[in-house]
C-alpha cells in the first residue's frame, strides 16, 4: 500500500489486513462483532448439544455428537485466540456467559440477540430430543457452511486462514446430520417427527441471515467483511436446504 492510500481505500480495492497493529478503530469494532457473534454460537450450540449427547439411539451417534460438541468447543477457541490478541480476555470468556441458557420453545422468532452474549437468536432456543437435534444441525449447519464460506475470503488475513481450516468439520458435522435423518426418516414416527422439526428449525435459521434492509451491508462491504447480502447468503441457505429436504421426502416449509 503506497504512503498517502487510506486504508479504507486500501481495504474497498480489496486489500488485506494481517495484524492488530495496522487495523482502524472501525474496522476493528465490526470485526470483534463478527468474531464475538462466532464464538458465543459455538459455545452456545456446543453447550446446548452437549445435553442431547446421551439421547442418541446407539454408541456410534453418541461418540459423533460429543466429538461434534468438542469440535465446535475447539472452533471457538481457535477465534477466541485471535480475539485475544485485540485484548480479549481468553482466561475468563468461557465462563462469563450463561451458555445453556435459553428461551421458551414457543418465543418469538426474532432476529436480536440476548444482553447476556452475541449468539445467533437460533442458539437460543432449546432442542427437543434426538431427532429435534439432528434436524436442527443439519439445518443450521447449512447456514454454517453459507457464513463460512463468506467468512474464508474476509479481509482480514489470520481470522480467513483460521475459518479455512474449521470448514471441512463443520462440513462434516453437517454430512453427520444428514446421515441421521436418512436413518430416522426410514421410521414414519420418526419421519413425521422430523417433519415438524423441520418446519419449527426453518424460520428460526432463517432469521439467522438478518434483514434485507440491513443498512450495514455496505460498509462492511467497503472494508472487505462482507462480500454477499443477507437475502444472497439465505437463498443459498433456502436452495441447500432444499435440497437435502427434497432427497429426504420432506417437504420444505412455505
Same mark, same amino acid.
Given at each position: 500500500?503506497?504512503?498517502?492510500?487510506?486504508?479504507?481505500d486500501y481495504l474497498a480495492q480489496g486489500g488485506v489486513l494481517t495484524s492488530?497493529?495496522?487495523?482502524?478503530?472501525?474496522?476493528?469494532?465490526?470485526?470483534?462483532?463478527?468474531?464475538?457473534?462466532?464464538?458465543?454460537?459455538?459455545?452456545?450450540?456446543?453447550?446446548?448439544?452437549?445435553?442431547?449427547?446421551?439421547?442418541?439411539?446407539g454408541v456410534k451417534e453418541r461418540i459423533a455428537a460429543a466429538k461434534i460438541?468438542?469440535?465446535?468447543?475447539?472452533?471457538?477457541?481457535?477465534?477466541?485466540?485471535?480475539?485475544?490478541?485485540?485484548?480479549?480476555?481468553?482466561?475468563?470468556?468461557?465462563?462469563?456467559?450463561?451458555?445453556?441458557?435459553?428461551?421458551?420453545?414457543?418465543?418469538?422468532?426474532? $432476529? @436480536?440477540?440476548?444482553?447476556? /452474549?452475541?449468539?445467533? =437468536?437460533?442458539?437460543?432456543?432449546? *432442542?427437543? %430430543?434426538?431427532?429435534?437435534? +439432528?434436524?436442527?444441525?443439519?439445518?443450521?449447519?447449512?447456514?454454517?457452511?453459507?457464513?463460512?464460506?463468506?467468512?474464508?475470503?474476509?479481509?482480514?488475513?489470520?481470522?480467513?486462514?483460521?475459518?479455512?481450516?474449521?470448514?471441512?468439520?463443520?462440513?462434516?458435522?453437517?454430512?453427520?446430520?444428514?446421515?441421521?435423518?436418512?436413518?430416522?426418516?426410514?421410521?414414519?414416527?420418526?419421519?413425521?417427527?422430523?417433519?415438524?422439526?423441520?418446519?419449527?428449525?426453518?424460520?428460526?435459521?432463517?432469521?439467522?441471515?438478518?434483514?434485507?434492509?440491513?443498512?450495514?451491508?455496505?460498509?462492511?462491504?467497503?472494508?472487505?467483511?462482507?462480500?454477499? $447480502? @443477507?437475502?444472497?447468503?439465505? /437463498?443459498?441457505?433456502? =436452495?441447500?436446504?432444499?435440497?437435502? *429436504?427434497? %432427497?429426504?421426502?420432506?417437504? +420444505?416449509?412455505?
Amino acid at each position: 500500500m503506497s504512503d498517502d492510500m487510506k486504508i479504507a481505500d486500501y481495504l474497498a480495492q480489496g486489500g488485506v489486513l494481517t495484524s492488530p497493529g495496522n487495523v482502524p478503530p472501525r474496522y476493528r469494532a465490526e470485526l470483534m462483532r463478527l468474531m464475538a457473534s462466532f464464538v458465543d454460537s459455538e459455545l452456545a450450540g456446543a453447550a446446548g448439544f452437549a445435553d442431547i449427547i446421551n439421547q442418541g439411539p446407539g454408541v456410534k451417534e453418541r461418540i459423533a455428537a460429543a466429538k461434534i460438541v468438542m469440535e465446535k468447543t475447539d472452533h471457538a477457541d481457535q477465534i477466541l485466540t485471535l480475539m485475544g490478541q485485540f485484548g480479549t480476555n481468553t482466561d475468563r470468556y468461557a465462563n462469563y456467559h450463561p451458555w445453556t441458557e435459553r428461551l421458551d420453545r414457543d418465543a418469538p422468532i426474532g $432476529t @436480536n440477540r440476548t444482553n447476556s /452474549d452475541m449468539r445467533l =437468536a437460533v442458539f437460543n432456543y432449546p *432442542l427437543n %430430543g434426538w431427532t429435534d437435534a +439432528v434436524a436442527m444441525n443439519m439445518l443450521m449447519g447449512k447456514a454454517v457452511g453459507v457464513q463460512l464460506s463468506e467468512y474464508a475470503m474476509i479481509s482480514y488475513q489470520p481470522l480467513a486462514e483460521a475459518v479455512r481450516k474449521i470448514m471441512p468439520r463443520e462440513t462434516r458435522h453437517t454430512e453427520l446430520a444428514e446421515e441421521g435423518m436418512a436413518k430416522l426418516v426410514q421410521d414414519r414416527t420418526q419421519k413425521a417427527a422430523l417433519k415438524e422439526s423441520v418446519a419449527y428449525w426453518w424460520p428460526r435459521v432463517e432469521s439467522s441471515f438478518g434483514s434485507d434492509a440491513s443498512n450495514r451491508f455496505e460498509p462492511l462491504q467497503k472494508m472487505g467483511l462482507r462480500k454477499l $447480502t @443477507n437475502k444472497e447468503l439465505r /437463498d443459498k441457505w433456502r =436452495a441447500e436446504a432444499s435440497t437435502v *429436504l427434497a %432427497g429426504l421426502d420432506l417437504p +420444505v416449509p412455505d
